[in-house]
């Protein structure tokens, strides 16, 4: 998802915990992403540092505890959960193995290869059941996928990502695609960073996946403070988006209702967040009530008849997909599980273990080798805002997340039950059962029906 570093704004959406960490690509301000291959990998990141910072945006002063990989060492390297490619050394791994004194363990496959070896769209659209909408709708919707920097080959990159699957291009030339900043400004763009540049290139390559005749909207905010990219996100709203995608996450504050209020309340659209990717525990802005918060999975082949299997993602005690009963935010009126009495994370799940993972193309700075395999909820949750753009333009006075409540234990859901994401008190916040539970939320699509109003 995202990391935080210190920030005038919060992490996702407004200004509450300095700077987000991505959550699942190659972002450096995002939470964990991981890849196929991860099991040879280090562990996700280490304990808090016991330090504060102060956000310096609201009229409130709001102090958090940043984790101790939540600001890169240096410009273009990936904050600790963000990234972790099939193959290679990655300054993730290099970072846990100088903190344990110990030599880096390289992860095999290679990093990149001359084609794509994880899941591409027809696999995608296969698992959830969506090959014939993704052919025939999506015309005339946009998603926007809001991310921190500049990727300055975004748009070269999907092309090839596009091309090589058969799917049509989506140019600024044919009005398919548009970069711009937080502001709106198509020239005037933030400072280009090679870490966020991994987690654009997942979020717009998983839109394309699942909604190929979707147009997309790249928003990119000027930092990774929450209010820099909950300003981006108001700025993609105003640009006429309604599907938003948020790949990046952070720890919940007092401060988080105030974010929910400023960045995202906008009936009508529908806003995916990345539940996070280091196992159990609420990040915020998923458990906003405003917003639909995506959990992970771990997807396989199956002989059975829908083809496709999941459970849980969880990697290990500190890699996997996040869950949690928020601190701060209030219950939406059709969250119903009684163990819960605020928001409950997460809503509905997808694709996210990297040992499943999708296949990604970016070629910018030291960490865009070409093609490679990706996992984390920064792929689950484009995959959610596309299947939301499949099924048409929300109600103008909606709260989309609501949608897949209506639809809670029919076909139109794939009921994810076996699986956890840690070790909590009450079952079903980090163990998927029958029916809702926080890893995997209502479960997976098994179509367009529990995502239209």
Same mark, same amino acid.
């Given at each position: 998802?995202?990391?935080?570093?210190?920030?005038?704004?919060?992490?996702?959406?407004?200004?509450?915990?300095?700077?987000?960490?991505?959550?699942?690509?190659?972002?450096?301000?995002?939470?964990?992403?991981?890849?196929?291959?991860?099991?040879?990998?280090?562990?996700?990141?280490?304990?808090?540092?016991?330090?504060?910072?102060?956000?310096?945006?609201?009229?409130? /002063?709001?102090?958090?505890?940043?984790?101790?990989?939540?600001?890169?060492?240096?410009?273009? &390297?990936?904050?600790?959960?963000?990234?972790?490619?099939?193959?290679?050394?990655?300054? +993730?791994?290099?970072?846990?193995?100088?903190?344990?004194?110990?030599?880096?363990?390289?992860?095999?496959? /290679?990093?990149?290869?001359?084609?794509?070896?994880?899941?591409?769209?027809?696999?995608?659209?296969?698992?959830?059941?969506?090959?014939?909408? *993704?052919?025939?709708?999506?015309?005339?919707?946009?998603?926007?996928?809001?991310?921190?920097?500049?990727?300055?080959?975004?748009?070269?990159?999907?092309?090839?990502?596009?091309?090589?699957?058969?799917?049509?291009?989506?140019?600024? #030339? $044919?009005?398919? +695609?548009?970069?711009?900043?937080?502001?709106?400004?198509?020239?005037?763009?933030?400072?280009?960073?090679?870490?966020?540049?991994?987690?654009?290139?997942?979020?717009?390559?998983?839109?394309?996946?699942? @909604?190929?005749?979707?147009?997309?909207?790249? %928003?990119?905010?000027?930092?990774?403070?929450?209010?820099?990219?909950?300003?981006? %996100?108001?700025? #993609? %709203?105003?640009?006429?988006? /309604? +599907?938003?995608?948020?790949?990046?996450?952070?720890?919940?504050?007092?401060?988080?209702?105030?974010?929910?209020?400023?960045?995202?309340?906008?009936? !009508?659209?529908?806003?995916? %967040?990345?539940?996070?990717?280091?196992?159990?525990?609420?990040?915020?802005?998923?458990?906003?009530?405003?917003?639909?918060?995506?959990?992970?999975?771990?997807?396989?082949?199956?002989?059975?008849?829908?083809?496709?299997?999941?459970?849980?993602? $969880?990697?290990?005690?500190?890699?996997?997909? !996040?869950?949690?009963?928020?601190?701060?935010?209030?219950?939406?009126?059709?969250?119903?599980?009684?163990? @819960?009495?605020?928001?409950?994370?997460?809503?509905?799940? #997808?694709?996210?273990?990297? *040992?499943?993972?999708?296949?990604? &193309?970016?070629? &910018?700075?030291?960490?865009?080798?070409?093609? $490679?395999?990706? !996992?984390?909820?920064?792929?689950?949750?484009?995959?959610?805002?596309?299947?939301?753009?499949?099924?048409?333009?929300? !109600?103008?006075?909606?709260?989309?997340?609501?949608?897949?409540?209506? #639809?809670?234990?029919?076909?139109?859901?794939?009921?994810?039950?076996?699986?956890?994401?840690?070790?909590?008190?009450?079952?079903? +916040? @980090?163990?998927? /059962?029958?029916?809702?539970?926080?890893?995997?939320?209502?479960?997976?699509?098994?179509?367009?029906?529990?995502?239209?109003?």
């Amino acid at each position: 998802m995202r990391t935080e570093t210190p920030h005038s704004t919060p992490h996702n959406s407004g200004q509450r915990h300095a700077n987000w960490r991505r959550i699942g690509s190659a972002a450096a301000a995002t939470a964990a992403l991981l890849v196929a291959g991860l099991d040879t990998a280090a562990q996700a990141s280490a304990a808090p540092v016991a330090t504060t910072t102060t956000a310096k945006s609201t009229s409130t /002063k709001v102090t958090y505890t940043p984790e101790s990989c939540a600001t890169p060492k240096k410009a273009g &390297y990936l904050t600790c959960n963000a990234l972790r490619v099939t193959g290679g050394v990655t300054a +993730f791994q290099k970072q846990q193995a100088k903190e344990r004194g110990v030599a880096p363990k390289a992860v095999s496959p /290679k990093a990149s290869s001359a084609t794509p070896t994880g899941y591409g769209p027809s696999d995608l659209q296969s698992a959830y059941g969506l090959t014939s909408a *993704a052919a025939s709708n999506g015309s005339g919707e946009t998603i926007a996928i809001v991310d921190a920097y500049d990727d300055p080959n975004a748009e070269a990159d999907l092309a090839t990502y596009r091309s090589y699957y058969g799917l049509s291009a989506l140019t600024t #030339a $044919n009005g398919g +695609f548009k970069k711009v900043s937080q502001t709106g400004s198509t020239t005037s763009l933030p400072t280009a960073d090679s870490g966020w540049a991994g987690e654009i290139s997942l979020d717009l390559d998983m839109a394309s996946a699942v @909604c190929p005749n979707c147009k997309i909207l790249l %928003v990119e905010a000027k930092s990774s403070s929450m209010a820099n990219l909950g300003t981006a %996100v108001n700025e #993609a %709203v105003k640009l006429g988006a /309604k +599907f938003v995608s948020n790949s990046y996450g952070g720890s919940e504050s007092s401060s988080d209702t105030s974010y929910d209020s400023s960045y995202f309340n906008h009936p !009508g659209v529908a806003i995916t %967040v990345s539940a996070g990717d280091e196992g159990y525990g609420a990040e915020y802005p998923a458990t906003s009530r405003y917003v639909t918060a995506v959990g992970g999975t771990a997807l396989s082949t199956s002989s059975a008849s829908r083809g496709w299997t999941e459970k849980v993602w $969880n990697t290990s005690s500190t890699e996997g997909t !996040g869950s949690g009963c928020s601190a701060y935010d209030a219950k939406p009126s059709w969250q119903t599980d009684t163990g @819960c009495t605020k928001r409950m994370e997460s809503d509905v799940s #997808a694709v996210a273990d990297p *040992a499943t993972g999708v296949s990604v &193309y970016d070629t &910018y700075g030291s960490d865009g080798t070409g093609w $490679n395999t990706y !996992g984390g909820t920064s792929a689950s949750a484009p995959i959610i805002a596309a299947v939301y753009a499949l099924a048409g333009t929300p !109600g103008s006075s909606d709260y989309p997340a609501q949608y897949p409540y209506n #639809a809670a234990g029919t076909s139109a859901l794939n009921d994810v039950t076996s699986g956890s994401n840690g070790t909590c008190s009450t079952s079903y +916040f @980090c163990t998927a /059962k029958s029916g809702y539970d926080g890893p995997t939320g209502l479960g997976t699509p098994a179509g367009l029906d529990a995502f239209t109003g």
